[in-house]
Every structure is written in structure tokens, then in C-alpha cells.
């Protein structure tokens, strides 16, 4: 059993940039893929950017250019650095942690481990 503790999230205006960090404790952290998703206003579950245990990555076309994902194994953490960011990336954004397959289904797919999320605001 996992636990995943979301991080790094605030109020900011467009063009600025926030760095989310998320911390997972209670599994073998170093063999899953990791990923990010959003929850706009309103909107369901998205899924944002993915890394595998290999340390490949990829991020959706809506934030490719500005969002990059990256992570830390020996603290546990993977990371989400926002550049350039604009009010449609406003959301509460939340980590996921399993087999990448998993990660890609998400939550239709029978994904269900999450932390809290950490709200994202930009203004305009």
C-alpha cells in the first residue's frame, strides 16, 4: 500500500511557473512509473505526464513545451515543473504511482491511488 503526498501548488499569474513535488511512501517506489494528472473546475480526471521506472517521459500535447517531469528515486519523489503556464492549466493536480499501463488507463482503467492533490490557480 502506498501513500502520496502532493506539494508545491499555489496561486500564480500567467507566464509564471511552480514546481509540484509529490513524495510516495509504503511501496517499492524505484520499479513503478510515475505520472501526473489535473482536475480542472468541473472537468474529470486528466491524465498530464508520465515516467517510467527507466526515467523515459511524456507529457500530453496541451502542456508539452511548458511541463517537464522528472524524478528523484532516492527520495521517493517525482516531480512536475510548470513553465509558461496559463489559466487553463488551473486544476488540482495529483500524482499516481503502478505499472505504466495502469497509469495511462486511469481511473476508468481501475486506477484508484491518490493522495490529496495540490491546487494549482493562475490568474490572468
Known amino acids: 500500500q502506498v501513500q502520496l503526498v502532493e506539494s508545491g501548488g499555489g496561486l500564480v499569474q500567467a507566464g509564471g511557473s511552480l514546481r509540484l513535488s509529490c513524495t510516495a511512501s509504503?511501496?517499492?517506489?524505484?520499479?513503478?512509473?510515475m505520472g501526473w494528472y489535473r482536475q480542472p473546475p468541473g472537468k474529470q480526471r486528466e491524465l498530464v505526464a508520465t515516467?517510467?521506472?527507466?526515467?523515459?517521459?511524456n507529457v500530453v500535447d496541451s502542456v508539452k513545451g511548458r511541463f517537464s517531469i522528472s524524478r528523484d528515486n532516492a527520495k521517493n519523489t517525482v516531480f512536475l515543473q510548470m513553465d509558461s503556464l496559463k489559466p487553463e492549466d488551473t486544476a488540482v493536480y495529483y500524482c499516481a504511482t503502478g505499472p505504466l499501463c495502469l497509469l495511462y488507463r486511469g481511473p476508468q482503467g481501475g486506477y484508484g491511488q491518490w493522495g490529496q492533490g495540490t491546487q494549482v490557480t493562475v490568474s490572468p
Open positions: 509504503g511501496g517499492t517506489f524505484s520499479l513503478n512509473a
Open positions: 515516467i517510467t521506472s527507466g526515467g523515459s517521459t
